[in-house]
């Protein structure tokens, strides 16, 4: 006898969500198809743990659905024509990744698959997890029904991950760190079979088959995990991390570390100076040697600014002492400055005292991007002469305007006069004559 269909429990998610999701599978019977809710989003549900994330498989044509979901429900469309997948942006910023239900080959370990269209059930198997490879129809007449051909629901209750088929390492090795991602958050533990699949790639090396620019992509994402000393304390444990980033140390304060840089990140805006990802990676890099530093520049295939971040990683505890040390702003500003901000970041992790930590954070709030108000110009205009002598005192008057000593154009003037007696002009100028 037929065990009876499983139905989720679709009243967890806003009201909304759910009505969008009606939607989605009646614009699908319109169009003769079938469209289900796949990803995150299924096994959060069963997981009761909140996750808002809408990505959808449609049996056929999946950017031919997109675009007519985007015409009826008032979105915007991106299409991604090699890998038959869209993402539907919704007036109120809601976004659908739409994709076609499809198959993957790997021409080689690493390489990035070619898809076809598929059946939903090709489509599930196919992913990486068997918690990921659940589905719910969103066809009006078994809206919410469950498909979990392959147990992802028994895995889910037993705390585990399980890989689909013994290649799954071999064909993405960056499965791995996906998984490292999943059992940190989760808490999970690994299935046998892929305990030791795991193994197996990780003596064939399977990362030396994955490009670089893959391969940082991943780390970033384990780096902004809520906890990811976590994430590469998992890599670690399974004899991953050093093949990855040698040098690299999860254990320790990096927890604590982590949690207060994630603070700091959340007071600074990311913008186009600094990366919250190269800061993660420079405390996750903390021990490491130089030599092990540019192993993992090279693996990460890093930008030049991101390598000039990492290369202070062996500096940092020196560099906080030095913060601590420093009584006034002036004195961290001498400290700090020239520093990539990810840097300067840093050394305010690893700064102890909390009135050096305020010093230093107070000097990173307003005083790092301190001008004076007299430039170049207007000193060769008060008779200093053009050259390489202007720039002890323009740098004389930031470290002044952050301890309080002058605050306007005025005190400028007075403090220049006073600190630089200005020298005789030279001959050849013709006021001097």
Known sequence: MAEAPVTADLSRLPADTVTLLRRLGALARERGTDVYLVGGLVRDLLLDVGSVDLDVAVVGDGPAFARRASEALGGTLVVHERFMTSTVTLEDHTLIDVATARTETYERSGALPRVKPAPIDADLRRRDFTVNAMALQLAPAAFGVLLDPFGGAADLAARRLRILHDRSFLDDPTRILRMARFAARLEFGLEDGTAARLA???????????????????????????????????????????????????????????????????????????????????????????????????????????????????RLPELARAAEAAEKLSNVHKVLRGMPLEVQLAVLVFVGPPEARERVFTYLRGGRGLAPELTGDDLQAMGYAQGPGLKPILEGLVEARLDGAVHNRRDEERWVREHFPRPPLAPSDPSAN
Do not use: H
């Not at 994955?210 to 004899?239: H, Q, T």
């Not at 603070?263 to 913008?271: M, Q, V």
């Not at 030599?291 to 520049?297: E, I, T, Y």
């Open 200 to 314: 197996e790639a990780l003596e064939g090396r399977a990362f030396e088959f994955v490009s670089g620019d893959r391969l940082r992509e991943e780390i970033y994402l384990g780096l902004n995990e809520l906890e990811p000393a976590a994430v590469f304390g998992r890599l670690e444990a399974w004899g991953a991390l050093d093949t990855l980033l040698p040098g690299a140390s999860p254990g320790g304060d990096l927890a604590e570390l982590e949690e207060l840089a994630g603070r700091l990140i959340a007071l600074c805006e990311k913008g186009a100076t600094w990366d919250p990802s190269a800061l993660r990676l420079l405390l996750l890099m903390r021990s490491a040697l130089p030599p092990a530093l540019d192993a993992a520049a090279r693996k990460l295939n890093l930008p030049p600014s991101s390598r000039e971040v990492l290369k202070y990683a062996p």
